[in-house]
């Protein structure tokens, strides 16, 4: 009796880390047990593993979504409106279910949102304000104002979301220009962080490289550790890396993989865990996309042109990878969210539109760690929020 019971106790971990996080909330309250078991460390990295990694090799896909969108509002009539949403789309019969996270925003006055991340199930959606978000668990947080110098202003602001396993935190990294509001004398540029663990920024006096930062990625660039960005100086193009335990820069010289800057663009981008660029041309009804993978992090030798991909007719530009079911996901010329399979070159449609140039898609991850930090002022800690059907969405409707 008593080694069924010690099998059983062996058992009960494991059939959880299976369940999705709304089903774990629920079974906390049965007993104290369970409750301590989902609430401790271990189980919430097995859970985190275990169950993403079931959700990549099954349907539906589930990703969280950004989009703008032309609304009316107000006597200026026409002007557009971010949205941030949970899409989960089925392969077998082509439907597609989106969710607004209806959060505090004021839709009618924001209209820029990023979203940077997942980094273990938490996203970053850098707006006004920002945010920390578990969307599984219902939670976000906002962000204090970033301490910006008095008397100043800032006309480009390049941002990072990661992990640092280290100290346990999770980070979020402003690079920023500052100029003097009396005289327009441009200051250095400005390095801030903002920390989970401590619910504030801090700025960090390390060196910015002499490059000029890209400002248009929308692909998830977390990776070995680091934040990345596509970056140039005289030379020819770069990444631009930034290393969330030792707070410090690094730069990685890109092969020549662009023609031309005029004619092709290069975005950095994260393919089965390893930094990558992707190269293809600004203009054209049909495009191939050049994959570019470093195959060993940090030697600039190891880059290795993976494979193209393509020619894609109507494609505008990449959105990510869904390596495990070997999807490419795309913006296509009219502003649609579209799969295209690696393997068979079949296109899906996912009923998913906005503006032009304006749709940003992330993997969708479940995850029980908590935005709600321990023994801090309650002002200062996490809210709930809810998901609706997007208004916007013609699938919705009926």
Known sequence: MAQNLDRLKDVVPDILSRLPVKSLR???CVNKSWYRLIK?????SKHLHTFNNHMKLTDPINLLVKRTRRATFGP???????FVSLLSFNRANSSTILNLLDLIYNHDEVNHIEILGPCNGLYCLYSIPIMIVNPSMREFR???DSPAPPDTYSLQRHNGFG???KTNDYKVVVIMDTWLNETDEQLPWRIEIYSLNSHCWRNVDCLLPPVSIWNCSWIDAFVHGAFHWWAYDAAGDLVLAFDMVNETFQTFRVPNARPSSREYVGTVAKFRDSLA???YP???TEKCFDLWVMEDYGNEGSWTKHSIIGPIVGAGRPLGFLEEKNLFLLEDNNGRMVFYDLQTEEIMHTGFHGEEDSLQAVVYMESLISVRGD????QAGASFFGMIPDPLFEGNSG
């Open 142 to 144: 906002i962000l204090p």
């Open 277 to 279: 660029v992707i190269v």
């Open 40 to 44: 401790s460390p271990d189980f919430i």
């Open 163 to 165: 992990f640092d396993p």
């Open 76 to 82: 200026s009539g026409v002007d557009r409106k971010a």
């Open 375 to 378: 023994n801090e002022n309650p």
């Open 26 to 28: 629920r079974l906390a």
């Open 282 to 284: 600004r203009r054209g």
